[in-house]
């Protein structure tokens, strides 16, 4: 997680430091997030990958992502990376949401890494959204 205020540079040095991997040993999927829902992150995402995310569904686009992430991986394509640029604009529903991506096998591999870049109101985010989970856990 990368977090600063405005203008710091977060996108220059995540750009930088991905681009010191050979584009053979590291593919990034890079997202600005917006203020919108979680379909459309899922889609941006899918779009990365270069697969269509013409559905509407929400557990298609899931589908769809889980798919690709576990194909890109056992076509041994090199590690993946998903950086969620601007992440501090992720509304708190899409958050509470996001994690279910990252589980594969009953939450037992780790197919990708997860970056989120931020101003600082991403931590706050964070923070109310761990929250959130521990009061209903």
Do not use: P
């Not at 569904?57 to 890109?72: D, H, T, V």
């Not at 991403?122 to 856990?137: A, C, S, W």
Request: overall charge neutral; proline content about 0%; some cysteine.
């Amino acid at each position: 997680m990368t977090i600063y205020d405005v203008g710091v540079g977060k996108s220059t040095s995540l750009r930088w430091g991905l681009e010191q991997y050979h584009k053979s040993e590291v593919h990034c999927v890079y997202v600005t997030a917006t203020s919108g829902s979680s379909n459309e992150l899922y889609k941006q995402i899918g779009w990365g990958l270069k697969i269509d995310m013409k559905t509407g569904s929400k557990a298609l686009l899931i589908n769809n992502l889980k798919k690709a992430i576990e194909e890109f991986v056992t076509q041994k394509q090199g590690k993946l990376v998903i950086v969620i640029d601007e992440a501090s604009l992720i509304r708190s529903d899409v958050f509470s949401e996001l994690h279910t991506l990252t589980q594969f096998n009953y939450d037992s591999a780790n197919l990708f890494s997860l970056i989120l870049a931020g101003q600082n109101s991403l931590m706050d985010n964070l923070v109310t959204e761990r929250q959130h989970h521990l009061r209903l856990g």
